[in-house]
Nanobody
Framework: QVQLVESGGGWVQAGGSLRLSCTAS????????MAWFRQAPGKDREFVAA????????GYIDSVKGRFTISRDNAKNTAFLQMNNLNPEDTAVYYC????????????????????WGQGTQVTVSS
């Protein structure tokens, strides 16, 4: 069974940058898509970005397009979320996630498919 561990969260001023990492273990990393979700205080968890197993396809929510970049290093079993030009609305606990089911390595599963979660890492952006 896959296990996910996030790192890289912290505090930053508006306009700053952070890079989150998610290291996976337990199965062939390149076989499955990875995604980042976030949950702000008092709000539901929301999808942020996803990347296919091969890394060739990515998807983002509109509010982070042009500011966030998802990537992966399959040789290191690690996915990343580079976050630039952060604003206070980005403050949340960020979770990486993977689907239990393996999809085509070029496809992006629906957000509902992600059901294996890391423990989360806090990102706080001050104005």
């Amino acid at each position: 069974q896959v296990q996910l561990v996030e790192s890289g969260g912290g505090w930053v001023q508006a306009g700053g940058s952070l890079r989150l990492s998610c290291t996976a273990s337990g199965r062939t990393f390149s076989s499955y898509a990875m995604a980042w979700f976030r949950q702000a205080p008092g709000k539901d968890r929301e999808f942020v970005a996803a990347i296919s197993g091969s890394g060739t396809n990515t998807g983002y929510i509109d509010s982070v397009k042009g500011r966030f970049t998802i990537s992966r290093d399959n040789a290191k079993n690690t996915a990343f979320l580079q976050m630039n030009n952060l604003n206070p609305e980005d403050t949340a606990v960020y979770y990486c996630a993977a689907p239990r089911v393996i999809y085509n390595v070029k496809s992006l599963p629906p957000s509902s498919a992600y059901n294996v979660w890391g423990q989360g890492t806090q990102v706080t952006v001050s104005s």
